[in-house]
Every structure is written in C-alpha cells, then in structure tokens.
C-alpha cells in the first residue's frame, strides 16, 4: 500500500513509539496466564460501562440518527453491547480452558455428508430467554470431528506458555460498525495471542478515546494502542518494518493496495503473482449479498412481517454493512411477489429515515442507477435518500451482479418457478455462480415448505450454498452480534482472489477450520407464533428498523451484558413487547 506523502515526522516518531512498545510487550502478552487475561476482561467489561452510554449518543448522532430516534438502538446494539458480549463469551471460555471443557457444554452432530456440526447457540439460559427460538451451528471443515475438535479449537493455548512467542498485529479498522474494530483485535490478542496496533478509520474516529477509554486494561499492559490516522498512516505502518501481520475490514480495492501495491505498479503485480507485501493479511471485504425469498403458503402477516426483515436487512445501518441485503432473489409467478414487493416499499418508506452519513453514497447509488437500465426508486422522505431499485434482468447484470454499492440500492432477480426445491436450487446456483462474494446469504422460507423439502434435504441445499454465514428466516447480521459465531467469508479466498476476504474473527469459543456458520430464527414472532404452534418468545427484533424500543432495548441489553440478573429481565421483555 503506498501514497503519494507519508505522515509528517511528529506523527511518525509517535507511530514508532507505539509500535516499539508492542513490540517489546509481545512475548510477555503471549505468555500472561489465562487468569490475567480473565481479570482483565472483567475490568474492560467495567471501563467499557462507564463510556457506554456516551460510545452510543456520539456515534448515533455523529451517523445523523434524528434526536430521540429509535435508530439510536443501532448504536448500543452494535457497538457497546456487542463488545460486552464478546467479552462474556472469552471469559467463559478461558474460565473452562484447561483439557477445552467448554467444547464439552457443546451440542455435536454429523452431516449427511460427514461434516460436524457444532451448536453454539443457545448456549445458557439466557440465550434461550432473550434469543427466544434463535440458534446457530458452525459446520466445521472436512476432516474435523468429535474426537479431534479439541485440536481446531484455542490451538494458541496447546503451546506451553514459557514456550509461546507473540507477534505485533495491525488492525485497519472499519468506518461502518462500531464493534468492528474493537473485535477484530480481540481476535488477534485472545485467540492468536498477538499484540495490536488498531488503526481508526477517519469516518468514526470520533470513537477514538471511547476505545482508549473502554480498552484501557489492554493499553496498561502495552498489548494494544489505538490511532488515529489518514490512508498516509495507514501505508506507513502497513510497511512498517515492525508490524508482522495484517488484518482489515474493508474494500477490495484497500486489500489489493496493500498486497500489491498501487497503480499500474499493483496491477504488474498481480498479474504476476508477485506480491510487494509478504506478510500474511487477513480480510473480511464485503460482498453483493443475496437474500433468497422462497414461495410458500404465506399469509398476508407474513408478507408484513418478512418485508421488515428485507427493508432491515438493506436499511440498517443506512445500508452502510458488508452484509447488508443487495440482491433480492424472488420466485417469478407466486401470486405473492408483488404484494411482497409492495409491502417492503411501504416500510421503507416510513422506516429507518436518516441522512447518509458514510461518503460517497450519493455517487455509488448513482452508479447503480445508471447501469439498472430503467431503474427505479423508493423515496423515503426529507434528507433520507433514497432506496435505488433495479430490475437485473432489465439492466447491466454482470455489472449489478460484481459491484458491491455499500449505500441505498437494491437489486431484483427473478427465477422460474415450478416447485419449492427446484427454485431454492436454482437460486442457490446463482448466488454462487453470478453473484460477487461469499460473505452472508438470507433465506426466507416458510416452515410448511420447510417441512415439504425436508430437514434432510434442505441442510444438503444449504451446504451448496458457499457463503461465511447463511441465515435462515433471519439476517446474517444476527451472526455478527452473536459472540460465539465465527465472522467471515467462504474459505477459499486468497491473497490474489479474496472474494469476501481470507480467515475469520470473532468466534468466542476459539474454533478453528470453520466452514460456515448457519443461523435459524421463527419464521413468525411473539405472539403470533403461538397460534402456529411456533413456540418462541422473541417479539419483533431488536434490530428490526421497525423496532418502536430500540434504543431502550439497546440500552438495557448491554446493561444486561455487563451484569446478567433475573431482576434485568422484565423490563426488558416489557420493552420488547412494546417495540
């Protein structure tokens, strides 16, 4: 990665300090005990309360959430909670790390195919409560299995430690999420055992001295400092002869600038398969996202309801996600498309208004429309642009199908359809086929057509489908938020075709060679789902855009996070209801 000027001498001097004593702190991180490292979450989980409440107002209205807007939830949601949750999901963990007990509180099962299944979620009392019918199972690659599991999970901890070394890792943070940043270098100094310079991105530095704040226990013992920085920072410490690895969240394009280089120069590279950065970068990079909507028996709540989920899987966050819904995948002649279609205009169009905050959105979505072909539009009211639709069929689809926007487009594929199974294979094929990525695919299909293919087959459909997170009648979103699901693209991506990025992060029990994560949540909410014999208690989501209590649930959950009591509980559901 290069540019045209480095920082000026002042800002270097301080990045070369910073980076000098992460480096003469790496070994002795590498080695801190399993019961430092427990103390010291409980004390980040005790800093990170007290900037809390000011982490989530700051980045609610620095991202032009209006004032007292239930969008504020966003912020609390995936930023200090999620945090908190990760550090509850790493301490139960090392808590149970001597011969990796925790893999014992683990449900296992096998495959049609062989593979293992590991069930992550729920995984106390209090997943089943608050995460009412949701769960998750991470499919672990070829060759892992119940006897050997203990080998692919918390590796870093087999060494002894007088025999462990560390290593000084950046981390390129993203401008979108606020936990990004803060996660992803817990990955690399919990589970890789790595010390970490985070580098800010310039769109939410303004979250700079809230981590500073938050992560201080790590500061303290010189295993983490965070800085902020331009893209001249960012080329100066990716060369740095001190760092020894590299992980962002990013573009594709940032990727390619740091392996390769920039320029013709990056392009010469490439081709030649030469990279002018030889250390081992690791990615999570985006991807045109689809969300498979099957044909089914659906009732005219149904269509309400699922219309919400796609109008949040695309307008969370403003549409500003790597995960975010960009292709909506649609079954040609059910008697349901349109009024689906017309249902998801609707709750756009009075839900989730802001401004946009992330740059570059208003020229990205142009973009979009100018290779939609006769492209259209939901309007969302003053100062919130505008949904972009397009028709893919009616316009650039090998463009529409290769281009991540990361804003406010939307784009339709429609499929023959004769039955269930053969549409699902159909649409299946066309996300792995036509479709950029391998980040995270949605499937929204009713549980009586469910039960029609058959558990069986459906699971076989669902290992086609080549995507780092697949959710089922829920957003892969969800799977970012939930701490022990690991976070990434398909594997198979590579330095010289990454697709949705190289490795994963996140995952609170440490497991290695993942495969992918699958998440199911209740096709219908409380108390809908009662009548339908669906018995979960989860209303409608926290993260909805739909969501009237949102940012009381988000405040309220990371209270919960922080300090798990049954006294929390009622209010929580009383809000929950109320949303």
Not at 153 to 165: E, K, N, T
Not at 321 to 329: K, S
Request: proline share 6%; charged share 20%.
């Amino acid at each position: 990665m290069e540019n045209s000027h480095l920082p000026n001498t002042e800002v270097q001097a301080a990045l070369d300090q910073d980076l000098q004593a992460l480096e003469a702190a790496k070994h002795a991180w590498a080695r801190t005990s399993v019961a430092d490292r427990i103390a010291i979450l409980g004390r980040i989980k005790q800093t990170l309360m007290q900037v809390a409440q000011g982490w989530a107002e700051t980045a609610a209205r620095k991202k032009r959430i209006p004032h007292g807007s239930p969008l504020a939830g966003e912020e609390w949601i995936s930023g200090p909670y999620s945090v908190m949750a990760a550090c509850n999901g790493l301490m139960q963990t090392l808590s149970q790390l001597k011969r990796k007990e925790f893999l014992a509180h683990l449900h296992m099962r096998r495959l049609k195919n062989g593979q293992l299944a590991v069930g992550v979620m729920p995984h106390s009392v209090w997943d089943s409560l608050l995460l009412s019918g949701v769960s998750a199972e991470v499919w672990m690659q070829k060759g892992v299995s119940e006897v050997n599991v203990d080998e692919h999970a918390a590796a870093a901890y087999d060494v002894p430690v007088d025999q462990r070394s560390g290593k000084v890792a950046l981390v390129l943070g993203a401008g979108n999420i606020a936990a990004i940043s803060p996660l992803d270098a817990f990955q690399k100094l919990f589970i890789e055992n790595q010390v970490v310079l985070l580098k800010m991105n310039p769109v939410n530095d303004y979250l700079t001295d809230y981590l500073r704040a938050a992560l201080r226990p790590l500061i303290e013992c010189n295993a983490l400092r965070i800085v902020r920085g331009d893209g001249a920072v960012g080329a100066y410490l990716c060369e740095h002869p001190r760092v020894e690895e590299i992980h962002i969240t990013g573009a594709r394009a940032t990727h390619d600038a740091i392996v390769w280089g920039v320029g013709e120069e990056g392009l010469r590279n490439k081709a030649a398969n030469t990279p002018k950065n030889h250390r081992k970068v690791t990615s999570e990079l985006g991807a045109v996202c689809p969300t498979i909507v099957v044909p089914g028996p659906w009732s005219r709540a149904d269509i309400r309801f699922q219309a919400e989920q796609i109008a949040t899987q695309k307008l969370h966050n403003s549409g500003f996600n790597c995960v975010a819904c960009q292709t909506l995948i649609l079954p040609q002649g059910w008697a349901h498309t349109e009024p689906l279609l017309a249902e998801v205009g609707r709750v756009m169009s009075r839900n989730g208004q802001r401004e946009a905050y992330y740059p570059g959105n208003e020229h990205r979505t142009a973009d979009f429309a100018a290779h939609a072909g006769r492209s259209d539009a939901i309007e969302r009211g003053p100062g919130a642009p505008p949904c972009v639709l397009a028709d893919m069929d009616g316009g650039d689809e090998p463009w529409l199908a290769e281009h991540e926007v990361f804003g406010t487009a939307l784009a339709m594929k429609s499929l023959a359809y004769q039955d269930a199974e053969s549409y699902l294979k159909a649409a299946i094929d066309y996300a792995n086929n036509r479709l950029y990525g391998t980040l995270g695919a949605n499937i929204l299909i009713h549980p009586k057509t469910l039960r029609q293919i058959g558990q069986q087959r459906f699971e076989e459909l669902l290992r086609e489908l080549r995507y780092g997170t697949i959710a089922v009648n829920a957003w892969t979103g969800l799977a970012f938020l939930l701490a022990p699901c690991p976070w990434g693209g398909f594997p198979g991506g590579m330095a010289i075709d990454p697709q949705s990025g190289v490795g994963t992060v996140h995952n609170s029990f440490m497991l290695e060679k993942t495969e992918r994560t699958v998440v199911f949540a209740p096709w219908r909410p409380f108390p809908r789902g009662l009548f339908s014999l669906q018995f979960t208690l989860l209303p409608r989501p926290p993260w909805f855009i739909t969501n009237r209590r949102q940012h009381e649930l988000g405040r309220l959950l990371t209270d919960f996070q922080f300090r798990p009591g049954w006294t929390k509980l009622p209010r929580i559901f009383i809000n929950a209801l109320a949303g």
